[in-house]
């Protein structure tokens, strides 16, 4: 299936019955929705994979994600984007951590160099403290996630620190 990813178009696989789809980073990325999806249909048909099996396959693997999502459940055994094993976090935990990080990131683009993205960065990273903050106080969570937030929450308020006093 074709996908937006950002501001590009990609391929992804989706396997009915699991979450997903996954971003198949093997294709690359396509200048149109379309062109992905012509590529998608191409491979497809050399699966020997119908249009409506697709959809079908397609429709399952979504509503997977989206139960495990609204639930909060681990995806014991799944795989992320990459293929690499996830650690049993809860889908809205591993978000939180990796806006955190992307957060840190931020801040430390912004303490090192100039940037005509700077407001942005720091409403995003600003955002991702104000989500967490949240998220931690309206979830009852397990110790270590919230050791694990509360460390990458401790690695952005010294991000902070070193960005904001140019501003």
């Known amino acids: ?23 198949e980073q093997q294709f690359g990325q396509f200048k149109t929705w379309t062109q992905a999806n012509y590529f998608a249909s191409r491979l497809n048909e050399g699966l020997e994979i119908h249009h409506h099996q697709a959809e079908q396959i397609i ?10 999502l609204r639930m909060g459940e681990p995806l014991a055994g799944a795989r992320d984007p990459r293929g690499v094993l996830l650690d ?38 600003r955002n991702a403290l104000f989500d967490a903050m949240h998220f931690v106080c309206e979830s009852q969570l397990p110790v270590s996630d919230l050791q694990a937030i509360n460390e990458r929450l401790m690695s952005l308020q010294g991000a902070f620190k070193e960005s904001l006093p140019q501003y």
């Open 1 to 23: 299936m074709a996908k937006y990813w950002g501001d590009t178009a990609v391929v992804c696989r989706a396997t009915e019955g699991h979450p997903g789809p996954v971003v």
């Open 88 to 125: 049993g976090k809860s889908l809205r935990v591993q978000l939180i951590l990796a806006e955190l990080d992307l957060a840190v990131t931020f801040c430390r683009i912004l303490s090192s160099k100039r940037s005509r993205y700077e407001k942005r960065m720091l409403r995003n990273a």
């Open 59 to 68: 429709t399952s693997s979504t509503l997977e994600a989206s139960y495990l």
